[in-house]
């Protein structure tokens, strides 16, 4: 989580510096988008992909990689071994809550 706010923050700051944008991201001068996807090595299928859209902070984006990797952990280990890896979700996330919802 904490690898993708640093990418995100060094991409917010090349683009202020080349005057693409102000980087404002609470006034939606730029928005990010994450996917997100946990792997089992013992059985090499990911998960359901996610991807968490219009993230309005760096925060915002290491708290729903955060929550999403957590949610698919929990999701796959619950799933029989037949249905594991397939799907994509899109979803949103509500930083008051901490957690995401299906768009």
Do not use: W
């Not at 997100?36 to 059985?43: C, I, L, M, P, R």
């Not at 280990?77 to 957690?99: I, K, L, M, V």
């Amino acid at each position: 989580a904490r690898e993708a706010g640093a990418f995100c923050s060094s991409i917010r700051a090349l683009l202020e510096t080349i005057g693409t944008c102000d980087g404002n991201m609470q006034d939606g001068s730029l928005r990010f988008d994450v996917n997100v996807t946990v792997h089992n090595d013992a059985d090499k299928i990911d998960s359901h992909r996610v991807e968490v859209k219009n993230l309005n902070s760096i925060r915002s984006v290491e708290r729903a990689v955060e929550h999403e990797q957590s949610r698919l952990i929990e999701l796959y280990a619950t799933e029989q071994p037949g249905t594991r890896g397939s799907g994509h979700e899109t979803r949103s996330f509500n930083a008051q809550t901490g957690e995401s919802d299906l768009m």
